[in-house]
């Protein structure tokens, strides 16, 4: 099945409008920069602090994704969006969640990228952080 038909089939078969999302965001990846999340209650919006592509094109990357912490802040500090600290300083509204630092084994190592950001987001907002969770399942969702 070539492009078109899928897309097409994909659209008629649709049960929501977030069914139909998931094809544009297929076809059009960049007029998409958030990514894909079904509504749940008043959850909010995600933050997105930079592009994949601004992490992954970094030259501190590959050694931070395998457990090079100082290579991760490195990144972290180069990558970091000031204006993204200051959307969630609006949305935490003065209280003080603790951050959620989670990390998982990866074929080369421990990604020391989640940490790095943690520590970064609690020292501008003044909050702890837990890097004692370990995820235990293989996402492979990178990219």
Same mark, same amino acid.
């Given at each position: ?8 089939? %994909? ?51 590959? %050694?931070?994704?395998?457990?090079? %912490?100082?290579? %991760? ?71």
């Amino acid at each position: 099945m070539d492009e078109k038909e899928w897309w097409v089939k %994909a659209v008629q078969e649709a049960k929501s409008l977030s069914d139909i999302e998931i094809v544009f965001r297929r076809l059009w990846p960049g007029l998409f920069p958030k990514p894909f999340r079904k509504p749940l209650f008043d959850f909010p919006d995600v933050i997105i602090h930079t592009t994949e592509t601004s992490v992954k094109k970094h030259p501190f990357y590959t %050694a931070a994704k395998t457990g090079d %912490a100082e290579a %991760a802040s490195i990144l972290v500090n180069d990558t970091l969006n000031p204006d993204s600290i200051e959307a969630l300083k609006t949305l935490l509204r003065g209280r003080k969640p603790i951050l959620i630092s989670v990390h998982t084994l990866e074929g080369e190592g421990i990604n020391a990228i989640p940490e790095a950001l943690a520590e970064k987001i609690a020292d501008n907002l003044g909050l702890e952080v837990e890097n004692r969770i370990v995820q235990t399942n293989i996402a492979e969702h990178t990219g």
